[in-house]
Structure formats: structure tokens, C-alpha cells
């Protein structure tokens, strides 16, 4: 998540301070993803580094500091929306990684993980829909997020689905296979790697 753009994206509705900056993110978020409002005051020190974006002057009577976009803050925000999220670096996923680990790992029952994930994530679903029948219709934003969450949800499990069905098909082979398999070496795992290019 770039705190940063989305920080500037607000500021484009005019100036204010790091609390209120927090408050209209968590607002139109829905609160998805709280931000500490230290967070916020240190991305606004890095982006009035960067020239993007400059205090209005003096602290109100609370001692707050408003901030407002510079003509390269816009063209930054400007920039952010016309492109697309970028998919560069892929975001580490936990739970892949638990099961990639379990699954490579002897002595843990990858199918209790499965059963368990799948429990857990089936709950989340169905709080998830139920916050959706409850909405009115007059939150477009917070209504996009908690779709963006519900279809998630349902990727996660219909992927828990396809790892148990590819451990079930695998479980009698893998098994038959380690009572067979040669102790790995350093070659071996050479001759595999050059393999997988």
C-alpha cells in the first residue's frame, strides 16, 4: 500500500494536518488498514522533503501543522493514478509460505493446516458478507473494499481447495517415493535446478 500517494491523493482536496489526514484515510477506507499517525507525520516529512508537499505556515492553537501540495505533489497524484499497480515484486504471502514450508517438511499434517486456513477463512467470508447486506448503498468507497476483501476471501479458499486436492493425489506417491528416493546431494539438487530452467 503507498501511504505516500494516498496521503497526496487526499491532500488534493486541500490542506490539512497529519491527524485529519489520518482520520479522512481510515474514513474513506473504512478502516481497513489503520495508519499510525506517526506514520503519517513522517511520510509528510519525507514528502516535503521531496518538494511534494509544504506546510502552510504556522501551528494552529493545537499546535498542528497543515500541509498542502506542491505543483510536483499534484503531478506526483497525477502520475499515481494513471498507472497501474505494479506487480513487480510479489508481496509475501503468508500463507503460501506456511504451506510451501509444510509441505517440504516431514512430520506436519499439511492437511489439518488446509482444514484449519480454510475454517478461519470461511468465518472471515461470512462476517464479510454479512457487513455488505448491512450496507445502505451510500458508502461507494468503503463498499469497494469490503468487496475487494470478499472476492479475496474467496480466492483464498477456492486455492485451499486446489493445494488439498493436489496433497490428496500426491500423498500415496510422495510416500512411495521417499522409500525409494536416493539421499539428496548437491548434484542432485543441481541437476534439478538446471531442470527447472
Not at 484515510?25 to 516529512?45: C, I
Request: aromatic share 6%; glycine share 8%.
Amino acid at each position: 500500500m503507498s501511504i505516500k500517494h494516498s496521503l497526496l491523493a487526499l491532500l488534493q482536496s486541500g490542506p490539512m494536518y497529519g491527524a485529519q489526514l489520518r482520520q479522512e484515510f481510515e474514513h474513506r477506507t473504512g478502516g481497513t488498514w489503520p495508519l499510525n499517525v506517526g506514520q503519517v507525520y513522517t511520510t509528510l516529512g519525507r514528502l516535503e522533503r521531496d518538494a511534494l508537499v509544504v506546510s502552510t505556515g504556522a501551528a494552529d492553537e493545537e499546535g498542528r501543522i497543515a500541509y498542502q501540495l506542491t505543483d510536483a505533489g499534484r503531478a506526483e497524484v497525477q502520475q499515481w493514478w494513471s498507472v497501474p499497480v505494479g506487480r513487480e515484486q510479489t508481496p509475501r504471502n503468508e500463507l503460501a509460505i506456511k504451506l510451501a514450508l509444510a509441505v517440504t517438511l516431514p512430520g506436519v499434517d499439511v492437511q489439518q493446516i488446509v482444514q484449519t486456513q480454510r475454517t478461519a477463512t470461511m468465518t472471515h467470508l461470512r462476517d464479510l458478507t454479512r457487513l455488505k447486506r448491512g450496507a445502505d448503498g451510500e458508502d461507494l468507497a468503503w463498499e469497494l473494499v469490503l468487496e475487494s476483501l470478499i472476492f479475496a476471501d474467496e480466492a483464498e479458499v477456492r486455492w485451499l481447495d486446489h493445494v488439498e486436492a493436489r496433497i490428496s493425489r500426491l500423498t500415496p506417491t510422495r510416500a512411495k517415493a521417499s522409500r525409494t528416493a536416493p539421499v539428496a546431494t548437491a548434484e542432485n539438487a543441481g541437476a534439478r535446478e538446471g531442470a527447472r530452467r
